[in-house]
């Protein structure tokens, strides 16, 4: 489940694989130094009202050693507000979130990562990067989807990742290893679906421009698109600390 | 059963009205009882239902009294292993200037993770009521409020709502509706969520949480939780349940809970006396008629039981129609008490639902009934007594009980002998309260013997009012002291509870002036709310810098003021400059030297404390404090006493340096503020107001006004004694009626021969007038002796069981000089219609054997 | 079934009267007697020490083998109740109730039914004549008419002995004459012992028994061959 966000795939087909490893894989293809990128997120709820936001996405390091600075531009009502996140590969992560009116930054507390990333149809936990031994997979098939074939592998969250999904069913594609699809479990109840599209080579990594989060029962979807996407560039380290916030006030 | 249809039964539907009258006091009684503790129990209820509905599924909370704690206290919580949620709240009650809707009670939340908490039905299947919570976030100035208020006030979705801040009046956008239930139903649904630290921003409170609330993992031991938590935290914060913050409010209920004890003890002596003297009367009325029943076979013990099932029934039906008059104005005096505490300590609770409780109604029937009974007794055991060949002789009168008079008198004088002793027997409660009793009961004892004596000195004078009747009315009370020593003691029971309730009004009043006079001298106090006990907003302490630049001040106190929680009861913390109010200030100094004192506690080497918080948890000078603040505990030495009225629980001063060393709060609510010689108040204070008030919050109250302010208060305290006292005379007069109409009864055929031999009608009608004013007289002249011994029992329980007061005897003079034409008035006036039935009646009828 | 030796009775008030001394009678089962004297002579007090009402001061009482002296008042009360009839000069009924319920007082008194009480109460009525006035108030009735309510009253347990004080003393002759007949019938139908005390020289005559008090002495004690 990892990087679902920002998931971003590899291309090399490998032979013989078992679940774990084509999940590594995958995530070893879509290793980055760092990754900056401008988003565009659309929900659609259920009375098909719409809210756009935009923000500018930075990343230094990969998986459960990055940190990330998500820092919203539009509307006016949101410009400035940014959430710094703080991986860490034993454990789950650390957020902040920083609301410039306020002057104040909040510490999302790690009980509530379940709930939705600010009326999206996220959660915070959506956001982490988890490190691929905190949980367990299984090959369950190959299905075809986008008129691609991918492989279909069912993951299970190990108990200390304390997630609130029960399992996810993972789809990757044979041909680059990037994530497709995700189906997401609580309680065997399908809660959410995350579909990747729009994949496209940027800097030798196969990225999704497009994913869609559809929340089932509240039949609401959010659909995030990924511009001006770059790949390792240098981004200074201070800047994604509490303080750097603090400071841009 | 057949004997109360065939024998009771027609007796009482003949006399309906009498009967009635004599249930009034049992009526009363149990009313007040009743009417006083629902009251105060749903009050209670409804306080811990929103607690219960704020709380939501908390399971622990971490406050710090009234104070709050630093932010970082949050983190300690999560870091417990035991804790599944954690969330600071902050609450404030806030002014919305919309017509006739009151307060408003704000609820800061962190609305990023609390929702699991609380429900705040906002995640509707339909739609998410929250319109977009990352705007909510991103503004501050965005609130939620419950539908009901949307829907009271026809506000909307995105809709603005101006409330006052610590920037002065400000527009919040609703940017979310809460579902009605649950949280939303708090408060009436007057209630607002914003985030928390918008709040901390909006009502000047820095980087502090009123409250951490907390739900525990599944299965977790909340005892053992709360154990560690408190560990963990050390002493300076509680860890409660939320059910708790109930028992910090019934502290303050219960001292109305005390004083509508007294005052229902007090109806039920009253009705006592009342139903004591109508079935005294009725048995002599009875006589031939409990004759014929001896006659035809009744035992004594049928006789006697019989009246006392009689007068068991009287209770029963006077103590139902009590409890039904008591839920009726139960509702009146919770209101009335719920907006005392909202003026007074700024919980803004609406009783919704006055709901008695059983047990209630089952102590107050049970007090009714065996009032009942006891006073039932000496007369049914008389109409045992009666000897049936007298009774049935006619035109004999059976003199009932010589000598019971003797035993009566010796037992007063042995109870009063007591009493007396037990004033010099020392403090303990027991000896007090049996003082008090045996006092008043030895006052009631002699009653008869003190009716006749004071008769006897009256006689002169109403035979100077007027030769005949004056005489003859005298006479009547000389003869039947029996009959009229019942009335006269209840309405010296009456009148004493009159005296002793203003008296009491009278002295606190007088002490509250004097203590204004001395410790309420500046001449202008900037607070940051409309009343000086709301705290919701602070100043920071810098703005005094400011406030000292306006032309005109002298010199400026700041002063925070906060409830803290000592052994469990809220009391008041004052830190001030103490040496400026050593200066400024001339309260009565108790314990310890004034000099020394203020200049130690200035150090921060000690506190001072109010006498009544001396008084109630018993602390004297030269005692250690243990004080629990946010970082630790403090102990701290108490180094005077002084008379200050702040606080009805207590009240400890300390400077404020050490205020802000254990509390790491810098804030303030009241500058207190002394102007130069020649500057005049309202000038200063227009210039205070021309500069900070469009940006800062701020209200400029004149010293006048905040007398008026606390006098307003203390008068609303004491408006339910009013009422008591309305209740009081109200039984003396029904008491009165119901004499006289009784005794008037009972004389049908003595008045009828007077009028045969030729007395006048007028004669005979002034007789009767003549009589019921010397009722109103004995009763008066008792009444106010036993005042006087009553006064002197209430003020020592207010002093060390209620309100830890001292406060010195005065003799309410006033209200007893108006006591005076008003029981003589109603005495005359109760006269007047048993007199005209006397006058009106026909002649051969009275004259006319049964 | 009433012996009576040396009764004594003296009242104390501010001179002590003698109101009964040494007087000493045997009265049968079943005997109608008249009791006369001038007022004070002690006839009232003599029918109330019999009737339990009062206690004597000295002497004895055996009614029906039972020896009064040493009995409580709840004894005493429990003798008048079974043995005891009163018929009063006055009525003594209660005013607000109503024949019928006047009747079956005493009955009520020693725990019976309502249903019984009633049943024996209109029972009783209709032997005094008055079967149709069970549901009248004693306002609504003539002085006879209350008297003769206040005959089935005393009647109520059948009691063995009758004491009757005046009972025709406040009715007109014609009226008295009826009542007595009433009470002789009810003696000879049901074979009471019956006592009564009477100013009136012919009444006192048309019993079988006439027994004179003076200055409470018995002066005379005449038994007539044949009654009437």
């Not at chain 2, 009151?102 to 929250?130: F, K, P």
């Not at chain 2, 009774?391 to 009168?397: E, I, N, P, S, T």
């Not at chain 2, 004080?627 to 108490?638: E, F, Q, W």
């Not at chain 2, 007028?762 to 008792?782: D, F, S």
């Amino acid at each position: 489940m990892s990087r679902l966000l920002l998931g971003l795939m590899a291309a090399l087909p490998l032979l013989a694989q078992d679940a774990r490893s084509i999940v590594d894989e995958a995530q070893k293809r879509s290793r980055a130094d760092s990754q900056r990128y401008e988003g565009t997120l659309e929900v659609r709820d259920a009375k098909r009202k719409i809210s756009t936001k935009r923000w500018v996405y930075e990343r230094l390091g990969s998986a459960g050693e990055a940190k990330a600075v998500l820092k919203f531009t539009a509307p006016a009502e949101v410009k400035g507000v940014a959430l710094l996140i703080h991986n860490h590969p034993d454990r789950a992560s650390d957020q902040w979130m920083w609301t410039p009116a306020v002057a104040r930054e909040r510490r999302i507390a790690f009980q509530d990562r379940r709930t939705r990333f600010f009326g999206t149809d996220f959660t915070f936990e959506d956001l982490e990067e988890r490190d691929v031994d905190r949980s367990t997979y299984k090959l369950t098939g190959e299905e075809k989807l986008d008129g691609a074939l991918a492989w279909k592998i069912e993951s299970t969250p190990k108990a200390e990742a304390r997630s609130q999904y029960t399992r996810i069913a993972l789809w990757v594609r044979k041909d680059t290893y990037s994530f497709v699809q995700a189906e997401c479990f609580a309680k065997d109840k399908l809660v959410r679906r995350i579909r990747y599209t729009d994949l496209e080579k940027v800097q030798n990594i196969w990225t999704a421009r497009t994913l869609e989060v559809h929340d089932i029962e509240r039949d609401s979807r959010t659909v995030m698109k990924l511009e001006k996407l770059q790949y390792n560039i240098p981004l200074a380290a201070e800047n994604f600390t509490l303080q750097a916030l603090r400071r841009e006030q | 059963m057949m004997l109360l249809r065939l024998i009771t039964w027609p007796y009482v539907r003949k006399h309906m009205l009498r009967c009635l009258l004599t249930t009034a006091g049992i009526v009363l009684g149990v009313a007040v009882f009743v009417g006083m503790h629902t009251a105060n129990q749903s009050v209670l209820y409804a306080f811990n239902q929103t607690v219960d509905k704020i709380a939501g599924s908390t399971q622990l909370q971490v406050t710090a009294g009234e104070t709050g704690f630093p932010e970082e206290v949050l983190e300690r919580v999560q870091s417990q292993p035991d804790v599944e949620v954690a969330v600071p709240v902050i609450e404030a009650s806030v002014q919305t200037g919309l017509q006739g809707q009151g307060n408003l009670l704000v609820l800061g939340v962190d609305m990023t993770g609390d929702r699991s908490l609380r429900d705040y039905d906002l995640n509707s299947t339909e739609d998410a009521t929250i319109d977009d919570p990352l705007v909510f976030l991103a503004q501050p100035d965005s609130i939620i409020l419950s539908e009901q208020f949307c829907q009271r006030t026809g506000l909307q979705m995105n809709g603005k709502l101006t409330m006052q801040t610590m920037a002065g009046p400000k527009q919040f956008t609703i940017r979310g509706v809460m579902k009605s239930g649950g949280l939303a139903s708090a408060f009436g649904g007057n209630l607002a969520v914003m985030d928390i630290y918008a709040a901390q921003m909006v009502f000047g409170r820095g980087r502090q949480f009123d409250r951490v609330d907390i739900a525990l993992h599944r299965g977790a031991d909340v005892n053992a939780a709360r154990a560690r938590l408190q560990t963990l935290l050390g002493p300076g914060l509680q860890v409660d349940p939320p059910s708790s913050r109930g028992q910090q409010f019934e502290a303050m209920a219960q001292i109305y809970s005390m004083s509508a004890n007294i005052t229902s003890l007090f109806a039920l002596f009253i009705g006592l006396f009342l139903i004591y003297n109508t079935f005294s009367i009725a048995v002599t009325q009875r006589r031939s008629e409990i004759g014929i029943l001896r006659a035809l076979g009744a035992t004594q013990g049928q006789i006697k039981r019989l009246f006392l099932i009689e007068s068991g029934i009287a209770g029963l039906f006077g103590s139902l129609l009590g409890l039904g008059l008591g839920v009726l104005i139960a509702r009146g005096i919770a209101g009335y008490i719920s907006s005392y505490l909202g003026e007074m300590y700024g919980v803004a609770q609406r009783a919704e639902e006055v709901s008695a409780d059983p047990r209630l109604l089952g102590i107050a029937l049970f007090l009714g009934v065996a009032t009942s009974l006891i006073a039932g007794w000496i007369p049914a055991r008389s109409a045992a007594g009666v000897d049936p060949v007298k009774a049935l002789q006619k035109g004999r009168a059976q003199v009932m009980s010589e000598g019971e008079n003797r035993a009566r008198k010796i037992a007063a004088l042995v109870m009063l002998g007591l009493g007396i002793a037990c004033v010099f027997a020392g403090h303990k409660p027991l000896f007090f309260y049996s003082g008090y009793m045996l006092s008043v009961l030895a006052v009631l004892l002699l009653t008869p013997a003190l009716c006749i004596w004071l008769s006897r000195l009256l006689r002169p004078l109403m035979k100077w009012m007027r030769p005949v009747e004056g005489a003859l009315a005298a006479d009547s009370l000389l003869q039947a002291p029996r009959r009229t020593s019942g009335t006269v003691a209840a309405l010296a029971l009456s009148v004493a509870l009159v005296i002793g309730l203003g008296g009491i009004a009278k002295s606190s009043f007088e002490m509250i002036r004097e203590w204004m006079d001395t410790a309420l001298n500046p001449d202008l106090f900037v607070t940051s709310s409309e009343s000086i006990t709301q705290r919701s907003f602070r100043f920071p302490y810098e703005f005094g810098d400011e406030l000292r630049q306006v032309e005109g001040i002298e010199e400026l106190q700041a002063v925070r003021t906060a409830r803290i929680v000592y052994q469990g009861t809220p009391v008041m913390l004052v830190s001030t400059n103490v040496e400026s109010i050593a200066n400024r200030v001339n309260m009565k100094v108790i314990e310890g030297d004034r000099e020394t004192m203020y200049r130690q506690v200035s150090r921060g080497e000690g506190v001072v404390i109010s006498d009544n918080f001396a008084l109630l948890r018993r602390v004297n000078t030269g005692d250690m404090l243990e004080l629990l603040s946010p970082t630790g505990l403090l102990r701290t030495k108490v180094l005077g006493v002084v008379a200050d009225f702040s606080d009805q629980q207590g009240t400890i001063m300390m400077d404020r340096e050490l205020y802000r060393r254990y509390w790491k709060d810098d804030t303030v609510n009241v500058f207190r503020a002394y102007l130069k010689p020649g500057a005049s108040q309202s000038d200063v204070r227009q210039r205070l107001l021309d500069r900070f008030g469009a940006k800062t919050r701020l209200f400029v109250l004149t010293n006048g006004e905040i007398r008026a302010f606390i006098l307003k208060i203390t008068e609303q305290w004491f408006g339910l004694t009013y009422v008591q006292i309305f209740v009081a005379v109200l039984v003396a007069i029904l008491g009165i009626v119901n004499t006289l109409t009784v005794s008037i009864a009972d004389r049908k055929r003595e008045l009828g021969v007077l009028q045969a031999v030729g007395a006048l009608r007028n004669q005979v009608r002034h007789t009767i007038w003549m009589e019921a004013l010397a009722i109103g007289a004995l009763g008066l002249m008792i009444g106010f002796a036993l005042g006087a011994v009553h006064l002197y029992y209430i003020l020592e329980i207010t002093k060390r069981d209620i309100a830890g007061m001292r406060l010195e005897y005065r003799y309410p003079i006033g209200i007893a000089l108006t006591l005076l034409p008003v029981m003589l008035g109603a005495a005359l006036l109760s006269g007047a219609g048993p007199a005209e039935s006397a006058v009106r009646g026909s002649l051969v009828e009275a004259l006319e054997y049964e | 079934m009433i012996l009576i030796t040396h009764l004594q009775k003296l009242f104390d008030g501010k001179s002590r009267v003698r109101a009964l001394d040494d007087v000493n009678l045997h009265i049968r089962k079943g005997e109608m007697v008249s009791l006369v004297g001038p007022s004070g002579s002690g006839k009232s007090t003599l029918l109330n020490l019999i009737g339990t009402l009062d206690k004597p001061t000295g002497g004895e009482i055996t009614l029906d083998g039972q020896r009064l002296s040493g009995l409580t008042d709840d004894q005493l009360t429990q003798v008048r109740r079974d043995k005891i009839g009163f018929i009063f000069q006055f009525f003594n009924l209660l005013p607000s109730l109503s024949c019928e319920e006047n009747v079956s007082l005493p009955l009520h008194l020693r725990g019976w039914g309502r249903k019984q009480a009633r049943d024996r109460a209109i029972e009783l009525l209709d032997l005094v004549g008055l079967g149709k006035r069970v549901e009248h108030l004693p306002d609504e009735l003539s002085g006879g008419e209350r008297q003769r309510v206040a005959i089935a009253r005393a009647l109520s347990v059948y009691p063995p002995v009758l004491l009757a004080d005046e009972p025709t003393g406040n009715l007109d002759t014609t009226t008295g004459a009826d009542i007595l007949g009433l009470v002789r019938d009810v003696h000879e139908r049901l074979g009471a012992t019956v006592l009564l005390v009477t100013h009136d020289r012919s009444v006192a005559e048309s019993c079988p028994r006439t027994i004179t008090l003076r200055d409470g002495h018995v002066v005379d004690d005449t038994v007539r061959a044949a009654s009437r």
